[in-house]
């Protein structure tokens, strides 16, 4: 089945002019750009960028169908990238985005999944069941484990050092009600206190040079 779905794929690919580009990969990772441009989807109409930046001028073009960003290469916030690939998401709902982690990193998958319309996919996958993942047609996303607007605008503010009496008064709600969203998304995320969830944020906030550097 899955060779037929690339069979296709290639068809319609090769049906595209030579400029046509409907696969992306965001990634630093020489290893894995070559793995991805020479032995992944050799038939596709592939580019591989190194910013989300870099690739913008694709994303309003008809004929881009996946969007796969490498988050463990990036070196900008995370957290930007993933508030650019939320925009993103909304303006079109056709665009398949996938995101690339560790899964031995718990609190940063389970952030990762819960961050928007994505599907998050081990990154140390072996290359047939990667291939697969990619051609296989996406599942409906379940909505209900997704963050509310409400809980990214609490993360945002959170990310940029602000108290949780400050992210009440930004977001008009009463302090107790701030402190039960906050706690019910620990619970979500397998997180055991606050502190965690703040470290989780930096983590995902700083540059990712100055992180691992």
């Not at 290639?10 to 750009?33: G, K, R, W």
């Not at 008809?62 to 990238?81: C, G, K, N, Y």
Request: net charge positive.
């Amino acid at each position: 089945m899955f060779d037929r779905l690339e069979h296709l794929t290639q068809q319609l690919s090769f049906a595209l002019p030579e400029c046509i580009i409907s696969q992306i990969l965001i990634s630093t990772d020489s290893f894995l750009s070559y793995a991805w441009n020479r032995g992944l989807f050799s038939g596709k109409r592939n580019a591989v960028f190194s910013s989300l930046d870099l690739a913008h001028h694709q994303f309003a073009k008809p004929h881009l169908s996946h969007l796969i960003v490498d988050m463990e290469s990036l070196l900008t916030s995370r957290f930007s990238a993933l508030e650019t690939l939320r925009q993103l998401a909304s303006h079109n709902r056709k665009l398949h985005i996938y995101l690339l982690a560790t899964k031995s990193d718990t609190p940063l998958f389970n952030f990762l999944r819960a961050a928007g319309p994505f599907r998050v996919l081990k990154r140390d996958l072996p290359v047939t069941p990667f291939r697969q993942a990619l051609l296989t047609p996406a599942s409906a996303v379940d909505v209900s484990r997704k963050f509310p607007p409400v809980e990214w605008q609490m993360f945002t503010a959170l990310a940029q050092g602000k108290t949780l009496k400050h992210v009440a008064h930004l977001l008009n709600l009463p302090y107790h009600r701030i402190v039960y969203r906050l706690n019910t998304q620990l619970s979500q995320l397998g997180l055991p206190d606050r502190q965690s969830l703040l470290h989780l944020l930096h983590r995902l906030t700083i540059n990712a040079n100055h992180y691992w550097g």
